[in-house]
């Protein structure tokens, strides 16, 4: 059974960092891509970022690219992301989410991350 | 960047059908087939229901169908029931490795 669990998440002031971890079992880890969406309050899902099998094949929803970085460890069979330069919009529930023909097909439970001095 | 719009609400009685629709432009949604949607209900995981328009993951009742024409992909579900109260979103990969949701949709069941 696939299981993704996501721990990291946490109270932190605008401009701070927090790096997000996944950690995944019950399928060949190495074998599928791997993305994170998150859902603000009120809000909808929004895809933030992806990483292929290969973990130098990487993309970025706008809204992070250049304060946000995704990594793998197909060895440990886990997925990051680092956050940085955080700001008040960038308060959600982060999901990790593994990819299967361009589809979302298993999803974490997600972790929160809010960011508010 | 590429926006995909929903209707922010729909509903229906038990054993109706309802249709909600996800449009895009031919850049974007229109320009590929693989959408997907998913069932949210609040504090859990997001659910696949449907993907690359019209398939059904295993598990997946048959009441729940997907079509797409055009720049519009459209979720149908049949025979509603009280469960599937919840709030629906559509997904579409828009260029390479990159996707955007829908603004999602609430379905109440009446």
């Known amino acids: 059974e696939v299981h993704l669990v996501e721990s990291g998440g946490g109270l932190v002031q605008p401009g701070g960092s927090l790096r997000l971890s996944c950690a995944a079992s019950?399928?060949?880890?190495?074998?599928?891509?791997m993305n994170w969406v998150r859902q603000a309050p009120g809000k909808g899902l929004e895809w933030i970022s992806y990483s292929r099998t290969s973990p130098s094949v990487v993309s970025y929803a706008d809204s992070v690219k250049g304060r946000f970085t995704i990594s793998r460890d197909n060895a440990k069979n886990s997925l990051s992301l680092q956050m940085n330069s955080l700001r008040a919009e960038d308060t959600a529930v982060y999901y990790c989410?593994?990819?299967?023909?361009?589809?979302?097909?298993?999803w974490g439970q997600g972790i929160v991350v809010t960011v508010s001095s | 960047q590429s926006a995909v719009t929903q209707p922010p609400s729909a509903s229906g009685s038990p054993g109706q059908s309802v249709t909600i629709s996800c449009t895009g432009a031919s850049s974007d949604l229109g320009g590929f087939n693989h959408v997907s949607w998913y069932q949210y209900h609040p504090g859990k995981a997001p659910r696949l229901i449907i993907y690359e328009v019209s398939e059904r993951p295993s598990g997946v009742p048959d009441r729940f169908s997907g079509s797409k024409s055009g720049n519009t992909a459209s979720l149908t579900v049949s025979g509603l029931q009280a469960e599937d109260e919840a709030e629906y979103y559509c997904a579409s990969y828009v260029e390479i490795y990159k996707w955007v949701f829908g603004g999602g949709t609430k379905l109440t069941v009446l």
């Open positions: 989410v593994r990819d299967h023909i361009y589809t979302f097909d298993f």
């Open positions: 019950g399928f060949i880890f190495s074998e599928y891509s």
